[in-house]
Structures are given as structure tokens and as C-alpha cells.
């Protein structure tokens, strides 16, 4: 490529004179380049080609945009779907919840509206009065032994009291039955205070005395709160149940003594 430099006469009519020069000046004036066919032609092809890759490689970003607006909205559908999917699937497992809950609550009314009538009829069979309000369980004894443990001959004795109380079950029920029955008298379904704790035991633990605590000893303990001890007692007709504890009873509420002194020393006898 040759360069030119252009020399203006100041006569329109006369033709400008153009003086090749070997290389071009480094001029931030230049606004016009003369070039050859060939050199014109070369460059033309040249810029058709940039601007047909220009084209080309718009082209591709605007496809690959296409596809991530199409990928961006297929996900944000299928999250729509997942999302329409748990809402629905929640709403069906609460619905069963409740429906559960108040098919349990339903049971559970049903279950303590029999225990009620069961109670009330062997009070009335034991003489229990009045057999409504009668808690249906009966105080036969409670009596002192002493705990056989390994002690220095310098320490003091333990006693412990072993209280045996009379259920309102029949033996004709089923001993797993009952033993989830009595289990009232630790935390009561129908949320009045436990038999135990009228009695004057207010704490209770899993294990024997060597697991009460110093904090603990100065209450009176029921201990094997979980291995309650229930005996059939065909003589009476009733299942007893037998528990443990560290200190004497309170003084005894009347809805779980006897009939009477006599029926109370029979009921006794018969165990």
C-alpha cells in the first residue's frame, strides 16, 4: 500500500497533485485514505467478513440467550410444580393429622367414658360410696421393711414402705390393659392430680434407692416407677397393685379408703 501526500493549489479548476510518500505520518489529522481497486477490494472483503462473524458470533449469544430464558423458564416451572406438589401433599398429611387427631381425641372419650362406667360399677359392686366420685382404687396397706443392702455397721437402717392398693379392674380384663390403666394414678389422663401425689408421694424415678438423689431423699420417693408390680387377685375379684416407696403416707384421701373398717380388713385378709 502506498501513501500519498495531497497538495492543494487553491484553484478549483486545477487538479490536486498527489506526491507518494514511503510511509504514512503519524497525524491524528488524517481523515481520508486513498487506496487501490485492489487494495479496496481486499480491504471490503475483508470487513464483510468481520461483520458477517460480528453477525454470526450476535447471532449465537442471542440464541444462547434464548435457550437460558427457555431453561430458566422450564425451571422455574418445574419449581412452580414442585412447589404446587408439597403444598398439595402437606395439605393431605395435615388433613389425615387432624382427622387422626380427632379420631384419637374421639378414642380417647370413648376410652375414659368406659373406664368411668367400669369404675363406677365395681364401686358399687365393693359398696364404694359415692360411686361416682369414688376413685376406684383402695388403700389395703402400707407397712415399713427394712432395705437389705451392703452398709458399714455404722450406718443407720433404711426403711422403706411398701403400699398395697386395691384397683377397680376386674381380672377379666387383660393384664397389659390394665397395667396401661393404672398407670393413671402417675399422670392422669384426665388431667386431675395423681392418686399418688394425693398420697403424699410427689416424686418418682425409674430406679431403686441407691438412685436417689440427697435433694430427692427429702421427699417421699416412688421407686420402679416403670416396673409397676400387679398381682390377680381371684379372691376379690380385682387386680392389686403393689408400690414402693421411701416415707409414710399423708394422711389418706376418703375416695381410696373402703366401704368400711371391715370391708377394708376383709379386702385385706383376701390378698
Known amino acids: 500500500m502506498q501513501f500519498f501526500k495531497i497538495e492543494d493549489t487553491g484553484f478549483l479548476k486545477e487538479k490536486k497533485t498527489l506526491e507518494p510518500i514511503k510511509s504514512a505520518p503519524n497525524r491524528d489529522d488524517w481523515d481520508r485514505v486513498l487506496l487501490s481497486r485492489d487494495e479496496y477490494e481486499r480491504v471490503k472483503d475483508t470487513f464483510l467478513v468481520e461483520c458477517q462473524q460480528l453477525e454470526n458470533e450476535k447471532y449465537e449469544v442471542y440464541a444462547k440467550q434464548q435457550e437460558l430464558q427457555a431453561q430458566m423458564r422450564q425451571a422455574q416451572s418445574e419449581q412452580q410444580k414442585v412447589q ?36 363406677e360399677r365395681s364401686n358399687a359392686e365393693r359398696g364404694l360410696k359415692p360411686k361416682k366420685q369414688h376413685s376406684g382404687y383402695v388403700l389395703l396397706s402400707s407397712e415399713p421393711f427394712k432395705l437389705k443392702a451392703y452398709q458399714s455397721r455404722y450406718e443407720k437402717a433404711i426403711f422403706l414402705f411398701r403400699t398395697k392398693i386395691q384397683t377397680p379392674w376386674p381380672v377379666t380384663l387383660h393384664q397389659e390393659d390394665v397395667l396401661q390403666a393404672v398407670r393413671e394414678i402417675l399422670r392422669p389422663s384426665d388431667g386431675q392430680e395423681a392418686l399418688i401425689k394425693r398420697l403424699g408421694i410427689t416424686a418418682a424415678i425409674n430406679g431403686g434407692y441407691d438412685e436417689v438423689t440427697a435433694e430427692q431423699k427429702k421427699k417421699n420417693v416412688l421407686l420402679y416407677a416403670n416396673d409397676l408390680e400387679l398381682r390377680t387377685n381371684f379372691r376379690s375379684g380385682f387386680f392389686d397393685l403393689t408400690i414402693t416407696h421411701t416415707q409414710p403416707l399423708d394422711a389418706v384421701p376418703a375416695d381410696v379408703l373402703g366401704a368400711g373398717p371391715q370391708s377394708v380388713h376383709e379386702a385385706y385378709e383376701k390378698v
Request: with cysteine.
Open 84 to 119: 404446587w406438589d408439597c403444598e398439595k401433599k402437606l395439605a393431605e398429611m395435615q388433613a389425615r393429622i387432624e382427622a387422626a387427631e380427632h379420631e384419637l381425641q374421639a378414642e380417647r372419650q370413648k376410652n375414659q367414658g368406659l373406664r368411668r362406667i367400669t369404675i
